[in-house]
């Protein structure tokens, strides 16, 4: 795990590196952040001053879920409730509960700060991307003793622990083999999950998690430390205490009208996977040269003008390419 000292390196070097990167007490200032080392309900009462009364969504679980929003054993389910209600009523709960050994899950995922707590960023929590050109907008994750297992994301990240402690596990886009994901859909978050259980592996059932563990990265982030998890890096998220919350930041390295490859994952897996190994062997050749492959880049042995989707994809491009393939996945 690469590390820093307060006052984050440039994104473009973050992004450059490639790397998770430990960014100690990036957030240490937030008032968030020093509420909540003076208690759980100060920092609950710092969300409750900001909170507009929106109904959010959360996650439930009763306490047999053990703070793992997962699957049945059947992996055809969720184990946990999706509901709705007020941010303060979800807070209550989670006081009601912090000193039982046992609680109900409760799980506040991906909440964007500016539709339901819209004075939090003015009263200085938050980061300045200023330099780099962007602002990705915050979102804010609450709930108590929560795991979210271990998941890849499209878009880079920076995640800030504001309450409480959290362990992550990361993992380089190489392991995705040997992490065993589940299926696409449902999940518990949107994204495929690891379905090892990290804190009891069966590693009979899933052996080659071995092997995962051989080139994970473990990292404990306490109040006002942040994390950069570059795109595609696997990440396990474990909250340490009865009460956390954390604040994180995606943003794309690609401009808005390049879509997310998963769209092309998905229409590989309808058009290529099944086919006789022969032909996936050429279309793999084909995805070398044409997307994959190392520089020079397809066409560029073409004139310019002549070079069509083979040049450069800017938005003009992009939504040429978006109107012909809805006109031939209509047909």
């Avoid at 959360?58 to 389910?77: C, I, K, L, Q, V």
């Avoid at 044409?290 to 003008?305: D, I, K, M, N, S």
């Amino acid at each position: 795990m690469e590390g820093s000292s307060p006052g984050a390196p440039p994104l473009q070097t973050l992004l450059g590196d490639g790397v998770p990167t430990l960014l100690r007490g990036l957030a240490r200032d937030w008032p968030l952040v020093q509420r909540g080392l003076q208690s759980p309900q100060s920092a609950m009462d710092h969300l409750r001053e900001h909170y507009n009364g929106r109904p959010v969504q959360y996650s439930w679980g009763d306490p047999s879920t053990r703070g793992r929003p997962f699957y049945n054993a059947g992996f055809t389910e969720l184990n946990c409730e999706v509901r709705r209600g007020g941010l303060d009523r979800v807070l209550e709960e989670l006081a009601s509960h912090l000193d039982d050994a046992h609680p109900p899950t409760y799980y506040v995922a991906s909440l964007l700060v500016d539709q339901c707590l819209p004075g939090l960023r003015a009263a200085g929590n938050d980061l300045d991307f200023s330099d780099a050109g962007v602002q990705p907008p915050p979102s804010i994750w609450i709930g108590n003793r929560v795991t979210a297992s271990c998941h890849y994301d499209a878009p880079n990240n920076i995640a800030c622990c504001a309450v409480g402690r959290r362990r992550f596990t990361l993992f380089p886009p190489e392991q995705i083999a040997n992490l065993y994901p589940g299926p696409l859909e449902p999940t518990p978050g949107g994204q495929a999950v690891s379905v090892v259980d990290f804190s009891a592996p069966d590693l009979e059932r899933y052996p080659r998690f071995r092997q995962a563990m051989q080139a994970a990265r473990s990292v404990v982030l306490e109040p006002g430390d942040a994390l950069f998890i570059p795109s595609m890096w696997w990440h396990h998220v474990e909250g340490l205490d009865p009460f956390t919350v954390l604040v994180n930041y995606w943003w794309s390295s690609m401009p808005a009208w390049i879509p997310t490859p998963m769209h092309a994952l998905y229409h590989a897996m309808w058009a290529i996977r099944d086919r006789p190994e022969g032909e996936k062997r050429a279309w793999r050749e084909v995805f070398d040269h044409y997307v994959f492959g190392p520089a020079p880049r397809a066409g560029e042995h073409l004139p310019a003008p002549a070079r069509g989707m083979l040049g450069e994809i800017d938005e003009m491009r992009a939504r040429q390419l978006r109107a012909m393939l809805i006109d031939k996945l209509n047909r």
